[in-house]
């Protein structure tokens, strides 16, 4: 990732410095085009002061050249002044081959060209730049003479100061670009250097060298870590969990494996090995059973599609219902409409029917469900949830609450039951990393007992 934002960047940058050097270049020789063709007229207005005119109609120039060029064979600085029948050239056109005089040109009318082809002192080719400007000489009233003046210079110097700037612009340029490219090298190595972190965490905990992420990180990458955390901590607890339930089943096998042994190391007959092995094969069958659906119960899927509660809560209390009509006891709903159960439906099953079962087999006449979002909603983390299910039983008291939560245990002898729907409940919550409380019921007087399960990654 870093070499592909790397050279993406590198390729941006150098295309950025290219376009940059061209487009100064351009308006530098733009700029320097407009200064020699001010130039060249300046030298051309100086000459028009100068210029004057004898009694017999020749022309005659007053004063010194304006640049010491123009009277040095081939210097580099041309005047010619052309009239329809006579034409004078400072003393640089001595010499060089220029181009061909250019025409007559209207009053105040001017013109800019270039480059033109010449042959220089030496014999060598080479180019001129030249301005023209029409003139009007008025003597007397009603007396016009029209003259041009034309202006040419070498365009070796324009030429030199191209390569001057052209060579500072891109040796200024190449090394801005190496600065930058550094940098940013050295910026994206400093960017990345957390996901490195990150790659170099993971890592050592893919070798066993740690147990999890640290939660040291910027923040940008707290989600990033947090679920690879919460996806480490569940497999780990995924393992533990069957490892257990094999454990669970093995210990539970033993017992019914030894008796069949015992049996037939003992002799009995036909009748009674049959009899006993009928009695030992459900026994192990309905242990198995037993250890399969508390290990299916127990597992849940990390990241779920949300299950709405009523639905779910309707279904099972119209079962109670039935079951308990000798009783009748009424159920009520306080179910927000956004409360969402994030899970596995088999587990919001298993947690709703043992609590609302267990409140339905304490209540009088009245069982009160509440389900509604908690914190996280609103924000970039899913909502927990709160589940409640009160009733207006004889409730619990509080040195009882650990006890009747251990499996097997009932809260009360006399009452039918297997004593493990409370535990199943308490494990599904722990393995949600929820809470179960116990508690009297502020509004029914009876036990409440309230799940709360933190809000997602």
């Known amino acids: 990732m870093q070499a592909r934002q790397l050279l993406a960047a590198s390729i941006s940058l150098v295309a950025f410095l290219a376009l940059a050097g061209y487009a100064l270049d351009a308006a530098f020789a733009d700029t320097a085009m407009d200064n020699l ?132 612009v891109w040796f200024y340029l190449g090394v801005t670009g190496i600065f930058l490219l550094l940098l940013q090298t050295f910026i994206l190595q400093w960017s990345l250097r957390p996901l490195r972190r990150v790659v170099n965490e993971l890592s050592k905990v893919q070798r066993g060298e740690a147990q999890r992420m640290s939660e040291h990180h910027p923040r940008e990458l707290e989600p990033l870590t947090e679920s690879i955390n919460a996806f480490i901590e569940s497999e780990r607890e995924n393992l533990d969990r069957q490892r257990n339930t094999l454990a669970d089943l093995a210990h539970s096998l033993k017992t019914p494996l030894a008796v069949l042994r015992t049996q037939l190391d003992s002799g009995a007959g036909d009748a009674d090995l049959r009899e006993e092995f009928d009695v030992q094969l459900r026994r192990m069958n309905n242990l198995v059973s037993y250890q399969l659906a508390r290990a299916a119960s127990s597992g849940h899927k990390l990241f779920a599609a949300p299950v709405p509660i009523e639905s779910n809560a309707e279904e099972i209390v119209r079962g109670l219902e039935k079951v308990y009509a000798s009783k009748g006891v009424l159920c009520e709903f306080e179910i927000d409409p956004n409360a969402r159960f994030y899970g596995e439906p088999g587990d919001l099953q298993e947690l709703l029917g043992n609590l609302l079962e267990n409140a339905f087999k304490w209540a009088r006449s009245r069982v009160l469900l509440t389900a509604k979002p908690t914190a996280g909603a609103g924000t970039s983390k899913r909502a927990g949830l709160l589940l409640a299910v009160d009733d207006d039983g004889p409730g619990i008291a509080p040195e009882d609450v650990a006890k009747i939560l251990q499996r097997g245990v009932r809260g009360d002898e006399r009452v039918q039951g297997h004593g493990i729907g409370l535990s199943i409940v308490q494990d599904l919550v722990r393995g949600y990393r929820g809470e179960l409380h116990v508690m009297r019921s502020l509004e029914l007087q009876g036990a409440r007992f309230e799940v709360t399960l933190p809000p997602g990654i």
Do not use: C
């Open 37 to 168: 063709r001010s130039r060249l007229k300046n030298y051309a207005t100086a000459y028009n002061g100068s210029i004057d005119f004898l009694r017999d109609g020749s022309l005659y120039i007053r004063e010194q050249s304006p640049d010491a060029r123009f009277d040095v064979p081939g210097g580099g600085l041309y005047a010619e002044v052309i009239r329809p029948d006579e034409r004078w050239s400072s003393m640089s056109a001595e010499g060089p081959v220029l181009p061909v005089s250019g025409p007559m040109l209207g009053p105040r009318q001017e013109e800019f060209t270039g480059p033109l082809d010449m042959v220089q002192i030496d014999g060598s080719k080479g180019q001129v730049y030249r301005y023209g400007q029409g003139v009007i000489y008025e003597p007397e009233p009603g007396h016009e003479i029209p003259y041009t003046i034309y202006v040419m210079e070498d365009a070796r110097s324009l030429g030199a100061q191209l390569r001057v700037f052209r060579s500072a």
